[in-house]
């Protein structure tokens, strides 16, 4: 790793993360299943002499990696689940899906575990070299996507130790996240009915499919009456089987409730569970309501950001070849449709700055500068269990281009990416920054003082409160 005005390190660590996030890349495995994704991480990590402990917060792949002493205590959150119905070739121009894989990568977490432990190794290095107090904690948080598995750490104090956090995302550009992300929870509705032969006696049936189709049909009358920043979004899992001639006995229905609090959330989610009884009422079916996850909003802290801001700007960004230029204008042709101001790097910008942005984004195949950063109470559609965190020690994060800029999130085009050679020279820059970070606060304590005073100010003192009842388990809920 070369850099100018950087952290210094003793030895060059890219061809072992490069081969280690092409791995996690190919694993692809899904929320609370990250075993073999889990073990590269940490097996590294253990291998370079940290202290690992595995199996937090009651999950078989969360885990902490350990090295220095002493104040500040800094986390680094990682995250390695892919995503369900994302199966894609690498390096292609169109979806191709790989064979015997149904999950892929279209967030990018491959390139945000092995960054963060990049950030760790260049870290340990650091402390070795230097003898200053610190203390690395990395963190391999599972189930980022649709698990909440940093709420659940959080539940479980696996956070209270630190004095503060930080983490990244890829995207298609540079910049420091601020504002808040939504809060969010999510419930399984399952329905119990009768079978009965739908032509000779439905009469005798009660329509389980017909509860969960009535209950979609309430909750989309009452978007009108909900706030523009609230979202409902659902998915049927199970709809009583293939067979039009039986009255379908059973039927299930996920939803994933968001809003700008979790009091907010909790008090929408408290609203579809009346509509779900009301067409249980309907249809004389059995209902059966299984509370699944939740995740809070994100609190920002001013003197984080700027922190990651001023390293963003010490590392210098990537350069690339014309070769991997040009593959990415042909991709881009292929999502020519999608707005550059829904790029995650201009998302927490107001209007008119995101219009600005996203046209000089629009100029390159690849970002090659760092958003201009501000502090800002924004709101920024979206959740991610980071909030969690937020709430319990300050935390801040950033995002580095690792993609073609205006690449949607969750797409097949962003799968394709996660493995090229684009993608991992911003892994790089991430970890790069991510070291170059911490080493400023360890070499400046005073910074995490007053990132906890905002913090407090912020918060008011007030102690996290999880979202997640405590009677729920992780994976608790999932059907295998």
Known sequence: MKREGGIAVKRNYEKKLIEVSRKIWDYAELRFQEKKSAAALSGLLEEEGFSVTRGLAGMDTAFQAVIGTGHPVIGILAEYDALSGLSQEAGVLEP?????????????????????VGAALLLRDYLEESGNPGTVVLLGCPAEEGGAGKTYMARAGVFDGLDLALTWH???GYAVM????????????????????????????RSALDAVELMDVGVNYMREHIEP???????????????????????EVLYLIRSTDNEKVKALYE?????????????????????DKACSNTISNSVLENVLYQSMLRIPL???????????????????????????????????KRRVYAGKLAETEMAQFVVPHEHLDVYIAG????????????????????????????????????????AEKGMIYAA?????????????????????????????????????????????????
């Open 170 to 172: 890829p995207a298609g």
């Open 178 to 205: 601020t504002g808040s992300m939504q809060a969010n929870c999510q419930a399984y509705f399952r329905f119990k009915g009768k079978s009965a032969h739908a032509a000779a006696a439905p009469f005798l049936g």
């Open 432 to 480: 790069e920054v991510l070291a170059d970070a911490v080493k400023t606060i360890f070499e400046n304590p005073e910074l995490a003082v007053q990132a906890k005073e905002e913090f407090l100010a912020v918060t008011e003192g007030k102690p996290y409160v999880c979202p997640i009842p405590a009677d729920i388990k992780p994976h608790q809920q999932m059907r295998e």
């Open 229 to 251: 920043t609230d979202r409902i979004h659902y998915a049927v899992l199970d709809t009583g089987g293939s067979s039009p001639n039986v009255v379908q006995n059973h039927a």
């Open 96 to 116: 191709i899906a790989r064979a015997g894989i149904e999950s892929g990568h279209g967030c990018g977490h491959n390139l945000l575990g092995t960054g963060t």
């Open 318 to 352: 990537p350069h690339y070849t014309e070769e991997e230029l040009c593959f990415a204008r042909r991709i881009r042709d292929t999502y020519r449709s999608f707005s550059m101001e829904n790029d995650l790097a201009l998302s927490f910008l107001p209007n008119v």
């Open 271 to 291: 609203r579809v569970c009346k509509v779900a009884q009301g067409a249980a009422l309907m249809t004389e079916t059995e209902l059966e309501i299984c509370f």
């Open 383 to 422: 959740s991610s269990d980071v909030g969690d965190c937020s709430h319990v020690v300050p935390t801040a994060q950033f995002v580095a281009g690792t993609a073609t800029p205006g690449t949607p999130g969750h797409s097949w085009q962003m799968v394709s990416q996660g493995r090229c050679s684009t």
